[in-house]
């Protein structure tokens, strides 16, 4: 989006409850030479505002003001402050290419930041960011349109996403740790237990109700499971499991043995979280995470 000769180009973010389409729009360029401003119409999403702050503080952008327009509803009056914004930002840099971001706000906001910006021959300009056919769309007639194609990046990780929707992750499996590797090794078992669950759904509540038996997940983890079914075909599925390392199975005094308490979480469902996550890896998506564990920031 920053056209050569700009030495700076100004990010106008007009504040809503979703920042996402916000700081796609924004990161899709440079960082370098960049300023900031958010846009509230009143203090109601003031606690959002911060947040973004913060977001493009830790970004390494340490330009990045807030303004307030009294209204989120107000036509006229958002126009007046867009209109003032305007020449505050033209004054102070002249030579600056000023995008204002119409994805966010309100509609009333939305329209009389566009209407005001709209200057493509003064390096001004509104555009939308969609973020499911992936494009920033500048808005203004087409025919004026001489500008290139705007740029659309993937610009955030899971981590990043999460913050923006004010959670903190604290920890996560993703292709960069050894238990990535640990449910790689785990892919043939994995598909053989989709397989069961599509075929025979009764094993798996079985499975499940053995697994629940040993308290996994609190501090009385049990790892014998005594009286278990011993009919065929759960047989069977034991013996598939012991392949796997994951169970020790003694049919003389009908007990099951699962080899750690993690064997016993994996049997007990993890493995359908290891399903998604392996389909999401095949499927070549860029960022994938599992096991994600954070918490909420204050509200």
């Known amino acids: 989006m920053l056209q050569k000769g700009f030495t700076l180009i100004i990010h106008i973010n007009l504040i809503s409850h979703q920042l996402l389409p916000n700081v796609i729009g924004t990161l899709s360029n440079s960082l370098e030479n960049m300023k900031i401003v958010l846009v509230l119409g009143d203090n109601k999403l003031k606690e959002k505002a911060e947040l973004l702050t913060d977001f493009y503080r830790k970004k390494g952008i340490t330009e990045v003001d807030t303004i307030i327009c009294q209204t989120s509803t107000d036509h006229a009056k958002l126009f007046e402050r867009a209109e003032a914004l305007y020449e505050q930002l033209r004054s102070e840099y002249p030579d600056a290419m000023i995008a204002v971001n119409a994805t966010g706000g309100t509609k009333p906001m939305s329209i009389a930041f566009t209407q005001v910006f709209d200057q493509l021959t003064n390096n001004s300009m509104a555009f939308y960011t969609d973020t499911i056919e992936k494009k920033n769309t ?111 199975f003694n049919s003389d005094d009908n007990t099951l043995t699962f080899l750690s308490e993690s064997a016993a979480r994996y049997i007990g469902g993890a493995w359908f979280e290891e399903f998604a996550y392996l389909a999401a890896h095949d499927a070549g998506i860029e960022y994938v995470a599992t096991s994600v564990d954070g918490h909420w920031l204050k509200r």
């Open 138 to 248: 500048i808005l203004t007639n087409p025919h004026d349109n001489k500008f290139e194609a705007l740029p659309y990046r993937s610009v955030l990780t899971i981590d990043e996403s999460l913050y923006l929707n004010q959670f903190v992750v604290n920890s996560e499996i993703n292709e960069h740790c050894r238990e990535h590797d640990d449910i790689v090794s785990r892919r043939t078992t994995t598909e053989y237990l989709l397989a069961l669950s599509k075929r025979e759904a009764n094993l798996i509540s079985i499975l499940n109700k053995l697994t629940q038996q040993t308290k996994f997940g609190s501090q009385n983890f049990t790892a014998i499971v005594k009286a278990v079914p011993q009919f065929a075909t759960i047989q069977k599925c034991y013996h598939e499991l012991e392949q796997a390392n994951l169970v020790s």
